[in-house]
T-cell receptor, first 112, second 116 residues
Framework: GDSVTQMEGPVTLSEEAFLTINCTYT??????LFWYVQYPGEGLQLLLK?????DKGSNKGFEATYRKETTSFHLEKGSVQVSDSAVYFCALKLGSQGNLIFGKGTKLSVKP | GAGVSQSPSNKVTEKGKDVELRCDPISGHTALYWYRQRLGQGLEFLIY????????KSGLPSDRFSAERTGESVSTLTIQRTQQEDSAVYLCASSWTGTGVTGELFFGEGSRLTVL
């Protein structure tokens, strides 16, 4: 079935370090791909999305490129901040209807 | 409203009692979802409502769980005879669906359920 696999956490980085969180997917069709973020004590928020192959989603300095050939949607940021500490979820959705399928989440801690 | 609203934000109950959790989606959103997030875990899909179609109940973990939605408005998730393993944050989300949209989900802040 359709699924999302993302790297296990927790990930601990120093401020200004480079971040990559890997995400790969399995889907029967052509999904839209999403990264959601959950800051401590808050609800899930959409961070970025991409709807077709080679699209790049970006927001708040984060980027992810939809790679159909490798079925991946890795999240990157060039210089993380303490305020980026959160749990990051990769997700896919087939069409405008239907369920959003999540990965298990990756907890990021950024130290000053 | 401006966002998805859930109530109560916190609920503590005794094992064996029934609980009801409420979700008020974003106005105009045709789809509504319930997810469960246990401590330190990912999101577990429970149920999905789309317009007037029959809901997708494939994620409900047992027949103690049920949900209803009134038209394209409020939804209630009911857990009967609660067990300690039901302790979790229950998240509601809504989305706009239609041609040409990706249907991204907008989440409420969740209802934290603790079963003693």
């Amino acid at each position: 079935g359709d699924s999302v696999t993302q790297m296990e956490g927790p990930v601990t980085l120093s401020e200004e370090a480079f971040l990559t969180i890997n995400c790969t997917y399995t889907a029967t069709g052509y999904p839209s791909l999403f990264w959601y973020v959950q800051y401590p004590g808050e609800g899930l928020q959409l961070l970025l999305k991409a709807t077709k192959a080679d699209d790049k989603g970006s927001n708040k300095g984060f980027e992810a490129t939809y790679r159909k050939e490798t079925t991946s949607f890795h999240l990157e940021k060039g210089s993380v901040q303490v305020s980026d500490s959160a749990v990051y979820f990769c997700a896919l959705k087939l069409g405008s209807q239907g369920n959003l399928i999540f990965g298990k989440g990756t907890k990021l801690s950024v130290k000053p | 409203g401006a966002g998805v609203s859930q109530s109560p934000s916190n609920k503590v109950t005794e094992k064996g009692k029934d609980v009801e959790l409420r979700c008020d989606p974003i106005s105009g959103h045709t789809a509504l979802y319930w997810y469960r997030q246990r401590l330190g875990q990912g999101l577990e899909f429970l149920i999905y409502f789309q317009g007037n179609s029959a809901p997708d109940k494939s994620g409900l973990p047992s027949d103690r769980f049920s949900a209803e939605r009134t038209g394209e408005s409020v939804s209630t998730l009911t857990i009967q005879r609660t067990q300690q393993e039901d302790s979790a944050v229950y998240l509601c989300a809504s989305s706009w669906t239609g041609t040409g949209v990706t249907g991204e989900l907008f989440f409420g802040e969740g209802s934290r359920l603790t079963v003693l």
